[in-house]
């Protein structure tokens, strides 16, 4: 990967904060309303699983690329610990995440918790300044398994970033339309120092109508690269929604693009079944597909059948999920141990939020 220097990147960018900040506070209206009182509550939720391979041994090297549920056997998600405190114009979010897959989801270091820490303003009716960690703002899907119909992760939403720090200003432009802009760290960095670089900065934009959001981030080649996103969706019936996502990612020549379709069958007020189709596309080695991937410009169709049944606040998902990819050399094993370019598995869920 390419590295740049930062510090007219960093200047320039540090110029466009004050911007956002300085002119939604001029457009900030102190408008009269009924006095509220704080609330403040408190949530989470935890999950834990059983997978097995169909097509291979249960070895730890026989997973799909993507990001979480890759263990076999019993095995554990995370705990997810959520605290906020919502005043009349201003709160706070904190969101600590354990285990598995909150540690992957902070970026790996065990001495790290945070998923999102954040603070906010809203400046008027239509603006709200956000400053600190939050979630991604790009692609169909997010770190909760309680906000994912699936729960194994897509390729998309492996290799695109996980969460931000940084500051972001959001705007209501009206019923249907929506903007956000942020200035940020490079990507699932909690500190603007980037492999030895100071001032790594990235930006981010999104526009939303009606449900559906353009997403764009660029951080001059230091990490991720640039990506452009559009997630969305469609309710075709009362009982029958269609999800769409797809993305294209360039860090000077490597990186991905690809497409998914989430169509998903609500058959009771309990029980829904969905399927996930993607297509993913490595541009370069991008090395993102099975656990050898060594090949070039390799790509991979998977799809992924789940069941989501609800008691309560308690849901069980059993999921089958099939990768192939358009090359096994390697990508992923069979039964023997050899190279294979695809590879079946099922898995059960369990997830309890409160």
């Known amino acids: 990967m390419n590295m740049i220097t930062y510090s007219n990147f960093g200047k320039k960018l540090m110029a466009l904060t004050l911007l956002i900040f300085t002119s939604t506070a001029i457009l900030a209206q102190e408008e009269e309303t009924d006095e509220t009182k704080p609330k403040f509550t408190f949530g989470g939720s935890v999950d834990a699983y059983f997978k097995t391979n169909l097509s291979s041994s249960d070895a730890e090297a026989a997973s799909p690329g993507s990001s979480f549920a890759e263990s076999t056997g019993f095995a554990l998600g995370m705990a997810n610990i959520i605290a906020s405190y919502e005043g009349a114009k201003t709160g706070a979010v904190a969101d600590l995440a354990f285990g ?196 070039e410009d390799e790509s991979v169709l998977a799809v992924t059948l789940t069941g989501s049944y609800s008691i309560e606040n308690f849901t069980i998902k059993p999921e089958i999920r099939i990768d192939n990819a358009s090359d096994d050399l390697p990508s992923f094993l069979d039964n023997d141990g050899v190279a294979s370019k695809s590879l079946s598995s099922f898995l059960v869920a369990a997830i309890y939020a409160f």
Do not use: C
């Open 100 to 295: 598995p897959r909150g540690l992957q989801a902070v970026g790996g270091d065990a001495g790290i918790f945070v998923n999102q820490l954040y603070a906010y303003w809203n400046v008027s009716e239509a603006t709200t300044l956000t400053l600190g960690r939050f979630n991604t703002y790009l692609g169909y899907e997010v770190i909760s398994p309680t906000a994912n119909f699936n729960y194994s992760t897509s390729y998309l939403f492996s290799y695109g970033p996980f969460s931000h720090v940084g500051l972001k200003a959001d705007f209501a432009l009206s019923d249907d339309f929506s903007l956000m802009l942020a200035v940020m760290n490079v990507t699932d960095e909690n500190f603007s120092q980037f492999q030895g670089v100071p001032g790594a900065y990235s930006v981010g934009a999104q526009l939303g109508y009606a449900g559906q959001y353009l997403n764009f981030y660029y951080d001059g080649n230091a990490k991720l690269g640039f990506e452009i996103d559009y997630t969305g969706g469609f309710d075709l019936s009362d009982s029958f929604f269609l999800g769409i996502n797809a993305a294209y990612q360039d860090n000077d020549g490597l990186g991905f693009y690809g497409a998914a379709l989430y169509p998903q069958y609500a058959a009771s007020d309990s029980f829904t079944i969905g399927l996930r189709g993607e297509y993913f596309q490595e541009m370069g080695a991008y090395n993102a597909i099975g656990f050898g991937d060594t090949v």
